[in-house]
């Protein structure tokens, strides 16, 4: 009876009388994963790509992700190009100005590691897993919408195995 | 105006000043000093036979000697266009400003400052713009050195 008082904030009635008992975690994840709304955000050609990826032809509205201009709203972020040394401040602020839980995806090889700008450049950040953590790397140059997609369903695999304790 | 015409007016219009005027690849180009280059372009903009309404670029070139900046002009009204160049010494590139003839070279100029290191002068706000405010160094010059640069390897 105890444990019964103990697991009732996160049983819930049903309509017509059912029960359904989860564990806290599972439920929690499973809205994250499937509701990850992004940053209105793009730094180089990759953002196209993005852009194309959100359009209708591949539709990331069905993953239940929804692109949103503000970083508060956010909970993922696409690395989507080059990053400068000019704008590494401001991609660790907004970073910094999103809330809990937040995720990078750092798409195509010059967010991975300065991709081609690697070599003969002195504006060029290597890797912007330099500034912030990244989640899920994405290779290509740019990456194809379909890898994108793929990126994105490893990271909801990713979020669906976390544990909040 | 044809080039050959435009050579010809410019350099009785500049007859006192001495400038050189040379085409290659079929684009006028002027030679100035950098003394002379503010009446040049004055000159160049409200002289009713050229009307060069339109600066098109300003940046500059490091040469082994010298670093030389390039000013293009295009007149809109007359289809016609010229290179303005100016040869400054490399210890102290220094010139006079154009953004009160133009204001279109504000940028242009800074950007020239930033990559090449050349001051202008009467420039209302002469600051880096494309490199952060901290940079060290003018990226563009041939002896610039970074030691943070990855250089390709046999290169």
């Known amino acids: 009876m105890v444990l019964i008082q103990k697991a009732l904030p996160i049983v819930e009635k049903m309509p017509g009388g059912q029960v359904v008992v989860t564990s806290m975690d599972a439920v929690l994840d499973w809205g994250r994963k499937n509701s990850l709304w992004y940053m209105l955000f793009g730094l180089a050609c990759c953002a196209i790509e993005m852009m194309a990826t959100g359009a209708s032809r591949y539709d990331l509205d069905r993953f239940g992700m929804i692109y949103r201009a503000t970083p508060r709203q956010s909970d993922l972020m696409f690395v989507s190009g080059t990053v400068c040394k000019k704008m590494a401040p401001r991609i660790k602020r907004l970073y910094d100005q999103m809330s809990e839980p937040k995720y990078v995806i750092a798409m195509g090889n010059c967010a991975i590691s300065g991709g081609p700008f690697y070599y003969d450049t002195y504006s060029v950040v290597k890797g912007v897993d330099l500034l912030i953590p990244v989640d899920v790397y994405i290779p290509g140059c740019p990456p194809r919408p379909e890898a994108l997609i793929n990126g994105i369903i490893h990271l909801q695999k990713k979020i669906s195995k976390e544990k909040s304790y | ?155």
């Open chain 2, 1 to 155: 105006m044809e080039n050959i015409k435009l050579k010809e007016q410019l350099l009785a219009k500049f007859e006192n000043i001495k400038i050189d005027a040379i085409e290659i690849s079929n684009q006028l180009i002027i030679i100035v000093s950098k003394e002379n280059l503010f009446g040049v372009c004055r000159a160049l903009k409200e002289n009713a036979a050229f009307e060069f309404d339109y600066l098109s670029f300003v940046t500059a070139v490091d040469r082994p000697n010298n670093i030389e900046v390039v000013y293009e002009l295009i007149s809109t009204k007359k289809n016609h266009r010229v290179r303005v160049k100016v040869n400054l010494t490399k210890e102290s590139p220094e010139i006079d400003s154009v953004t009160g003839l133009w204001a279109g070279a504000n940028w242009h100029e800074r950007e020239t400052y930033d990559l090449f290191g050349v001051n202008f002068i009467n420039h209302p706000n002469l600051t880096r713009i494309l490199t952060p405010d901290d940079f060290e160094g003018f990226p563009f010059r041939k002896d610039y050195k970074n030691p943070e640069i990855v250089r390709m390897p046999n290169d």
